[in-house]
């Protein structure tokens, strides 16, 4: 009597618990590598209020303003570039002007309550303005939704009618980023779903929430163009506040007569005299610092830039947009995961003859590893079976192309089987586990075995 011992519980080993670990960590790390990569790109492609060359007049990259001062000039309106905020708010004092301010938050803290204090009848223009400026104008507007991207829309959008002229006269506009909220009972005309307002205030205050209707890049856009020059256009005269940077502290002076006035601070900011008139102050080099008190000969107060000369740059940078460069990068980094994932090269395998000669038992050990490495039991069922017929086909007197229905008879008649069961050993389907793979072996070799020793069919090298 044969005693039956059950077999101990397979074990999964700890290499195939890793790789299935790894098989989530993968994709979920690609997955937040291309999402750290979106985030990158979108921040390099929007533009930055502090950066050289942001919405001034003088400057002809995609972020600055050339193409509006052009079409404003176009128009009949003065445009005047002042790159200090004082200087600035006094050019606009000799009567009704606009005051466009394209960087609100680069404007210092102690300066941004002076920017309303404009004659009567002017207008003051404010690009994507913080909290922190609204507050410090006292104005009675608050950010509401922050968009991911500048969207192009009607004035009326929000199914609210828009009642600023302008805005109606543009239509659609790409202003829908920022949007500013104003409290119940405030007589704030509102256009492209906030993204647009205006408050009748001390002065009054346009306030848009996105940069691209006045930009280069954008301004032929839908209706920008219209919008651009409708909001600074008009028969009042444009001062074009061009900041490099944030502005400096402004200092009092000690005027003996009159209230105190301006003085200049380190970095240029402007002056008055007792009497109000434009003071000395500047860069270094202009008015106060310069023997007499003059200007040069030629200097209208702009700085280097005022030639609209812009830094060289490459110009295969400017050949493609920004979006094509981030999708390469995108691309590199995904090819390059790959190849490190496969830890291969890409493409098929080329055979290369072996510098050494291997053992037949280090192959077959190193293939199984391969297979089992890589969970292919197809691949090594189908191996062991063409084994097993070649091995069987010369033993039959059965030519290679024999067959297999015809085969698995032969087979099973000698080996007193079933033809199915023969059928199913030497083309069924793939084993499901491991196990199932090892029974096949068995099997497989236990026909072969039993077949080759059959006597009625000797080969080479067996007693006759």
Same mark, same amino acid.
């Given at each position: 009597?044969t ?8 074990v999964?080993?700890?290499?195939r ?6 098989r ?6 690609l ?19 502090a950066?050289?060359?942001?919405l ?6 995609d ?7 052009e ?16 200087r600035?708010?006094l ?5 009704p002007a ?17 920017l309303d ?5 002017s207008r003051?223009?404010l690009?994507d ?5 609204l ?12 968009r991911?991207?500048? +969207? ?5 959008? &929000? /199914? #609210?009618p ?8 543009a239509?659609? $506009? !790409?202003?829908d ?12 005309t509102?256009c492209?779903?906030g ?5 009748p205030?001390?002065?009054?205050v ?6 691209d209707p ?5 301004i032929d856009e ?22 490099d940077?944030p502005?400096?502290a402004?200092t ?6 009159g209230?105190?006035a301006?003085s200049?601070s ?11 008139q ?10 106060a610092?310069?023997?007499?008190g003059?200007? +040069?000969?030629?200097?209208?107060g702009a &700085? /280097? #830039? ?5 830094p060289?740059?490459?110009p295969?940078? $400017? !050949?493609?947009?920004?979006w ?14 790959v190849v490190l ?9 080329v055979p ?6 291997v053992?037949s038992?280090?192959t077959v050990?190193?293939r199984?590893?391969l ?12 191996t062991l079976?063409?084994?097993?017929r ?13 067959p ?7 087979v099973?008649?000698?080996a007193g089987?079933d ?5 199913d050993?030497?083309?069924?389907d793939?084993?499901?586990t ?6 096949l ?5 236990r ?10 069919h ?7």
């Amino acid at each position: 009597m044969t005693a039956t011992v059950a077999a101990p519980p397979a074990v999964q080993p700890p290499h195939r618990r890793a790789r299935r670990r790894h098989r989530m960590l993968i994709p979920l790390g690609l997955a937040l590598l291309l999402i750290v990569a979106t985030l990158v790109a979108h921040a390099v492609d929007q533009p930055d209020p502090a950066d050289r060359g942001f919405l001034s007049p003088v400057a002809t990259g995609d972020d600055g303003g050339s193409r509006l001062a052009e079409a404003l000039r176009g128009q009949g309106v003065t445009v005047r570039r002042e790159t200090d905020t004082l200087r600035a708010l006094l050019a606009a004092r000799p009567g009704p002007a606009t005051l466009f301010v394209p960087a609100p938050d680069l404007v210092h803290p102690d300066t941004v309550t002076a920017l309303d204090d404009l004659p009567a009848g002017s207008r003051l223009v404010l690009v994507d303005p913080s909290r922190r400026v609204l507050a410090g104008l006292g104005l009675p507007l608050t950010p509401d939704d922050r968009r991911w991207a500048t +969207r192009a829309t009607s004035p009326d959008a &929000d /199914d #609210r009618p828009c009642a600023l002229p302008e805005a109606a006269r543009a239509g659609t $506009a !790409a202003a829908d980023r920022q949007r500013y909220a104003a409290p119940a009972g405030q007589s704030a005309t509102r256009c492209y779903a906030g993204g647009l307002v205006r408050v009748p205030w001390r002065t009054e205050v346009v306030v848009i929430g996105a940069s691209d209707p006045f930009r280069n890049d954008r301004i032929d856009e839908y209706g920008n163009r219209a919008l651009a020059t409708g909001l600074l256009g008009g028969p009042r005269p444009l001062v074009w506040l061009d900041l490099d940077g944030p502005a400096p502290a402004p200092t009092f002076g000690d005027g003996t007569e009159g209230p105190p006035a301006w003085s200049p601070s380190p970095g240029g900011s402007a002056g008055t005299t007792g009497d109000g008139q434009p003071g000395s102050g500047g860069r270094p080099g202009q008015g106060a610092d310069r023997p007499g008190g003059g200007q +040069r000969e030629g200097d209208d107060g702009a &700085d /280097d #830039r005022a030639d609209g000369r812009q830094p060289q740059q490459n110009p295969l940078w $400017a !050949a493609f947009p920004v979006w094509f460069w981030a999708l390469l990068v995108q691309l590199a980094l995904a090819g390059l995961l790959v190849v490190l994932w496969r830890a291969r090269r890409l493409g098929p395998p080329v055979p290369e003859p072996l510098p050494v000669t291997v053992r037949s038992a280090e192959t077959v050990l190193g293939r199984a590893r391969l297979y089992r490495r890589a969970g292919a039991r197809g691949p090594a069922a189908e191996t062991l079976r063409a084994a097993a017929r070649d091995r069987l086909l010369p033993r039959l007197n059965l030519p290679p192309d024999t067959p297999s229905d015809e085969v698995a008879a032969r087979v099973a008649a000698l080996a007193g089987l079933d033809p199915d069961r023969a059928a199913d050993l030497l083309h069924g389907d793939e084993p499901a586990t491991d196990r199932e793979l090892l029974e096949l072996a068995r099997e497989l070799d236990r026909l072969t075995r039993t077949v080759a020793t059959r006597p009625d069919h000797p080969n080479e090298g067996d007693t006759r």
